[in-house]
């Protein structure tokens, strides 16, 4: 039989870097990203998500599940997408923090006075200039290596086996679902009132 | 400052959870996986992902990579999914493995002598047993906890701080880009591969 | 320089159809349609459409319009689509009336006590069966042509020209912008108000 | 009962709408596009459809016939979207003509050498700069009236019921169900090679 050896090492490699990258995402930006999303909750303002690719279906999975929690959230792109104004939040995610799209629309949003929080891996992208907050995710992206020190010490990464975006990628998830556990902590939601506003028609 | 003490538990809880499960998903599963992947992408027949909520954009995520690796891949649901016929694959993931229409999907592509490939917590599901091959994945699903033992003792799950299929979701992502590294090293496909068909114009 | 005959032929034949359907969909429907819809609207009641393929992309034009009229309008398959309860309203579509996917949502959604809308050319569909209101549009469908006299008399249908449910789809989508413009009627909205609610971030 | 006479003017008014539309629509322009088509077809190039918004969903409606008939289609925004390059075809759809993401689209496609049709109310819109090919369909749109006279006196439009780019939107779905009625005639398609690529597996 076959040792799967590049799966087994590219699945190590994905789940130690998720792990590490707790030690390196900036504990503060977290918190006032979450501050955040607790008084757009309380003033009943709304959450679209913004993302392009793999990054966008991150975004789609934390948009479903602040909707759970009884979010005002929506997606850009779907059909059901409404204005924003001020004080709404836009979430804009993109490893590299130059998505041309992904940019434009939080250049957009920020002249409409929403708050833009940013989830990328450099703090000087593009997007992360237009940004309210920034969560710094770690991740190869698209446009650049990280920095080697940090890639080989740090994250312990070596002949990197997923390709693009893909640890970012999988690290915004985990970092997204995290905030949804310290959101209903805060929010006082238990997962009986997830599971109340999960979908009850569900198909694809 | 806060602690962001439910951030950081359930942040650690999602990471060990997605890398003591490897220790449970059975390699040989994985590997019929991957060899039916590769025969599929020699004779040029399609792969249809099917799952709903965030499952469904977890096989988003994978379709997009497949397809980045040059197979004919497709999500049941969006605009162009075209029939599937014998020796099609549908690749079908639900955390519980009764989704209703994931399960009928899968039904409907067994009668059209489709392989069926079911990602899913559950190997007695009604999914399962539509399948010719299950990759197990573990993880907290909406109709059932995890046995005890297995959750606490293996996978030192306590408190879960992740609602609902969370774990489910975030390990069926990692273990589904792990074999995405497999896969290019079975097809000899480089990162430039994956770069020369991604979308060049990147929108939502 | 080629005619283009049959691109004319199946201009006017669809053009045709459409004003010829306005005398053969029964108005006291369509009305019990808009006062259900007004009901919805004044108590803010939840509006979520339903439809497969090219009815689901009529479908969804239709939820587009309502939410910029300030309902509160989903689309079943979408990230944001929450549970329906008492008295929600679901919008079936499919011009067969048997759409597996669109037949078990209206039977799950009458289950949950939601008022359902069949749109559809046949009154005595599975689909039909669980509607509390049936808007009966032409077309010819998947299943069965449409009953001679009536498509050859009264619709003046020869030689169709437009495959599978392309006359239910696109008279559909006109009945549906009529609809909405009666509802704008009804909740006294201008088209600046329809403005106001447009998308200001407008992406793909 | 109710007289629902806005409905029924609002159906008259586009329904006519619809049929005059074919007076001003320049069948050289539908020839143009149709041979591109073809010969699309025969190179199996790829065609990408883009759109946001209502135009974006008469957009996808069009793909998915254009896959019935064997075309590799694709739509921008959806999780398969390939790269596209040399003549490759792009259909970019907006009323206006200005819509900033589809003029975005429009440019990078041009850069990749693609061809570019325009399916536009303007043939002097930013969009209409970078095609190849003008299909213009006239409806009101967002940012300017029709020309009054040509409104009035050709299309018969007074009192406009329907909001924003209903007219365009609707015309532009007839006019398009027309092309795959000549495309199919041109390619020697019948309606059962239609309904043998027709998605088996049918979700929303």
Redesign the interface.
């Known amino acids: ?2 040792d ?1 050896r ?7 490699e ?3 870097f ?2 590490n990258a ?1 030690n390196v995402i900036r ?2 930006d ?2 006032a990203f ?1 501050d955040l999303l607790v008084n757009t909750y309380r003033s009943e303002k709304k959450v ?1 998500v ?5 990054s ?3 975004g ?2 934390f ?3 602040l ?2 929690l009884g979010f005002r ?12 104004g001020e004080n709404d939040v ?1 979430v804009a995610i993109s490893g590299s923090g130059t ?4 940019v ?2 939080a250049e ?2 920020k002249k ?1 006075k929403a708050k833009v929080v940013a989830i990328t891996s450099y703090r000087d992208s593009p997007l992360a200039s237009y940004a309210d907050i920034v969560v710094q995710v770690p991740g190869r992206t ?1 446009v650049a290596k990280m920095d080697d020190y940090f890639a080989r010490q740090i994250l312990g990464l070596h002949e990197p ?4 975006g ?1 640890l970012f ?2 690290t915004a ?3 997204l ?6 959101l ?2 805060r929010l006082g939601k238990t ?1 009986e009132d ?11």
């Open positions: 039989m076959q799967l590049y799966f087994r090492n590219a699945y190590l994905i789940g130690n998720i792990l707790l504990i503060e977290v918190a979450v679209l913004v993302g392009a690719g793999r966008g279906l991150v789609r999975a948009a479903m599940r909707m759970h959230s929506y997606v850009l792109g779907e059909t059901i997408t409404p204005s924003v836009v998505t041309t799209m992904v434009a629309a957009a949003a409409m698209k086996l997923a390709p693009l893909t990628e999988d998830m985990v970092m679902d995290a905030v949804i556990a310290e209903m902590y997962e997830v599971k109340s506003r999960h979908a009850n028609i569900e198909v694809l």
